[in-house]
C-alpha cells in the first residue's frame, strides 16, 4: 500500500490564484519531500521538511507538516502556467530507510 | 555540472526479449536508486546502491531484474525474459547523502515498452 498519499487527485486552476496539494502518510517519518514531473519523466526536488519542522517556504511554496495528523501540504502562489506538472509528496521512513516512497501524485493544470 | 544521465530514452521490445538500461549518476554522488513509474501511477522503488555496501534489492518485482554497479558511477539495470506488464519508465535517482535520504536527483527515465 502508499505510504503516501496525495488529494486531490487533480487540480485546475487559473493563473494567479493559488493551489494547494495534501498529502497524508501512514507512519513515522524523518522527512518529507515534495518533487514535481513534468511529461511523465525526470522528477525535480522542491522542497524537504523534516519531521521536526511545521512549515516551509522557498520562493512562491509553502509547505507545511502536522506530525500528529501524518500530514502535509505543498502551497503554491500565484501561479503559472509553466507550473502546470504532476507533484509528488515522498517520505522517509524513520527506521534507516534506504528510498523515498512516493504518493501517486496530484496533476495540476494551470491555465492562462 | 551534468545532471543525471540515462540511456536510451526510449526502448522498444519484443516479449521475451532482455534489455539493458544505463544510468550515468552525478558525479561524487554515492548513492543511486532506480525506480519504475507505470503510467498515471507514483514512483515505486526498485534497488537502491550506497557506496560499497550491499544493495537494497527490496523493490526488485522478480528474479527476471537485475542491477549492477561499477563502484560509484555507471549502473545498468538488466531486465530479463520481458513481460508486457514491464512496460513502464524507468527512472534513476542519484544523492550526495548516505544514512538518512535527503534530495535525490533524477535522470529523464528510460520509456521501455514491450510489445
Known amino acids: 500500500s502508499q505510504q503516501g498519499e496525495e488529494d486531490p487527485q487533480a487540480l485546475s486552476i487559473q493563473e494567479g490564484e493559488n493551489a494547494t496539494m495534501n498529502c497524508s502518510y501512514k507512519t513515522s517519518i524523518n522527512n518529507l519531500q515534495w518533487y514535481r514531473q513534468n511529461s511523465g519523466r525526470g522528477l525535480v526536488h522542491l522542497i524537504l521538511i523534516r519531521s521536526n519542522e511545521r512549515e516551509k517556504h522557498s520562493g512562491r511554496l509553502r509547505v507545511t507538516l502536522d506530525t500528529s495528523k501524518k500530514s502535509s501540504s505543498l502551497l503554491i502562489t500565484a501561479s503559472r502556467a509553466a507550473d502546470t506538472a504532476s507533484y509528488f509528496c515522498a517520505t522517509v521512513l524513520n527506521q534507516a530507510g534506504t528510498a523515498l516512497i512516493f504518493g501517486k501524485g496530484t496533476t495540476l493544470s494551470v491555465s492562462s | 555540472g551534468a545532471g543525471v544521465s540515462q540511456s536510451p530514452s526510449n526502448k522498444v521490445t519484443e516479449k521475451g526479449k532482455d534489455v539493458e538500461l544505463r544510468c550515468d549518476p552525478i558525479?561524487?554522488?554515492?548513492?543511486l536508486y532506480w525506480y519504475r513509474q507505470r503510467l498515471g501511477q507514483g514512483l515505486e522503488f526498485l534497488i537502491y546502491?550506497?557506496?560499497?555496501?550491499?544493495?537494497?534489492k527490496s523493490g526488485l518485482p522478480s528474479d527476471r531484474f537485475s542491477a549492477e554497479r561499477t563502484g560509484e558511477s555507471v549502473s545498468t539495470l538488466t531486465i530479463q525474459r520481458t513481460q508486457q506488464e514491464d512496460s513502464a519508465v524507468y527512472l534513476c535517482?542519484?544523492?550526495?547523502?548516505?544514512?538518512?535520504?535527503?534530495?535525490?536527483?533524477f535522470g529523464p527515465g528510460t520509456r521501455l515498452t514491450v510489445t
Open positions: 558525479s561524487g554522488h554515492t548513492a
Open positions: 535517482a542519484s544523492s550526495l547523502m548516505s544514512g538518512v535520504i535527503g534530495e535525490q536527483y
Open positions: 546502491f550506497q557506496g560499497n555496501s550491499a544493495p537494497d
